[in-house]
């Protein structure tokens, strides 16, 4: 596969914000980690600014559990110490800065931050990556998506894709490309449905199957390294299909990379964060 422009830093002028500035909204009291599982992998694709919106009681230890490279806004929180109503109004001031949104590892399903949820679902005008909680928000109110016009790309496994499409599991298994080209059309959104292998639709009838990938990437955390990469790719200017696209290969790549260098046993969320310059790297050659 061939790498777009954007991802081959070709331009020597370049600085940091020309690749552009990514929005990762996750993380509550118990769920720390895939919101620096997030944050990491969107900095390690690429995006030249990382800012890591977090519970504010959470803001000291957030900072100390990931890198330097990442920056943390303190929002709102509700008693359980997760993202609140109120923080809404503090994104909407400050969107402007920034080029993409990812938005839903381990949110939490209280009923505040899933009500806060929606409204930068309905709101926002900036392309947003749809994950976790923010998939769990959205089962109970689907219609949101057709609120707005912007790039909104959705990354359920076939469990999130049967709460929200109403469907069972085995018929979702057994419907995948139907299924994600029907859901992308209705509801102007991208979808990406995780699994075996995973497929990309568009609104427009664009699929993509991916061959990349296998087994060890079927542990925690994998799914939150996916999101911050397709929201890195929104923000240094690639389309959405094609930053779902260029995402689910290379990240793929990266755990069958991963695999063979720790076995498929011994891969964790981290190693796909570590193998993804591996994985540009493998691309670039082959191109």
């Known amino acids: 596969m061939r790498l777009p422009t954007p991802l081959l830093r070709r331009n020597q002028e370049a600085y940091k914000n020309t690749f552009g500035h990514t929005l990762i909204i996750a993380g509550s009291?118990?769920?720390?980690?895939?919101?620096?599982?997030a944050s990491l992998s969107a900095i390690r694709s690429g995006s030249g600014l990382v800012t890591l919106a977090i519970p504010k009681s959470l803001n000291l230890i957030a900072q100390k559990k990931i890198s330097p490279?990442?920056?943390?806004?303190?929002?709102?929180?509700?008693?359980?110490?997760?993202?609140?109503?109120?923080a809404a109004n503090q994104i909407k001031k400050e969107i402007s800065k920034y080029k993409a949104i990812a938005l839903g590892p381990g949110l939490s399903q209280n009923?505040?931050?899933?009500?806060?949820?929606?409204?930068?679902?309905?709101?926002?005008?900036?392309?947003?990556?749809?994950?976790?909680?923010?998939?769990?928000?959205?089962?109970n109110k689907i219609s949101i998506l057709k609120k707005n016009n912007n790039i909104k790309i959705l990354t359920p496994h076939i469990g999130e894709m049967a709460r929200l499409t109403r469907e069972t599991k085995s018929y979702i298994e057994s419907n995948q490309k139907d299924i994600v080209k029907d859901f992308a059309k209705?509801?102007?959104s991208i979808v990406?449905?995780?699994?075996?292998?995973?497929?990309?639709?568009?609104?427009?009838?664009?699929?993509?199957?991916?061959?990349?990938?296998?087994?060890?990437?079927?542990?925690?955390?994998?799914?939150?390294v996916l999101t911050g990469m397709i929201a890195a790719f929104l923000a240094q200017g690639l389309s959405g299909f094609d930053s779902a696209k260029y995402a689910v290969f290379l990240h793929g790549k990266a755990g069958d990379i991963a695999a063979k260098k720790k076995t498929k046993v011994?891969?964790?969320?981290?190693?796909?964060?570590?193998?993804?310059?591996n994985a540009f790297r493998a691309t670039t050659k082959k191109s």
């Open 186 to 188: 209705k509801y102007n």
């Open 69 to 86: 490279t990442i920056m943390t806004w303190p929002l709102k929180e509700t008693r359980e110490q997760s993202i609140s109503f109120l």
């Open 192 to 224: 990406v449905l995780k699994g075996h292998r995973t497929i990309v639709a568009s609104p427009c009838g664009n699929i993509y199957g991916n061959k990349t990938g296998n087994v060890a990437l079927a542990t925690a955390g994998t799914g939150d």
């Open 29 to 37: 009291q118990r769920m720390l980690g895939a919101a620096a599982l």
């Open 111 to 139: 009923l505040q931050t899933q009500k806060f949820i929606l409204e930068i679902i309905s709101s926002v005008k900036i392309p947003t990556v749809i994950d976790a909680d923010g998939l769990n928000a959205l089962s």
């Open 266 to 277: 011994s891969v964790i969320a981290t190693d796909i964060i570590d193998f993804i310059p």
